[in-house]
């Protein structure tokens, strides 16, 4: 995982921000999907 999508996983996470946590997991996937294939 990139060190800046972790970045902004714990700053979300420790601001308590679902929203945000759900729209980085999602574009983790994406990233990560993209990147196997």
Do not use: D, H
Not at 11 to 37: D, H, I, M, P
């Amino acid at each position: 995982m990139p060190t800046w999508l972790q970045n902004q996983i714990q700053k979300a996470f420790y601001e308590k921000n679902t929203y945000q946590v759900k729209l980085l997991n999602q574009c983790w996937y994406y990233y990560r999907r993209k990147n196997c294939s």
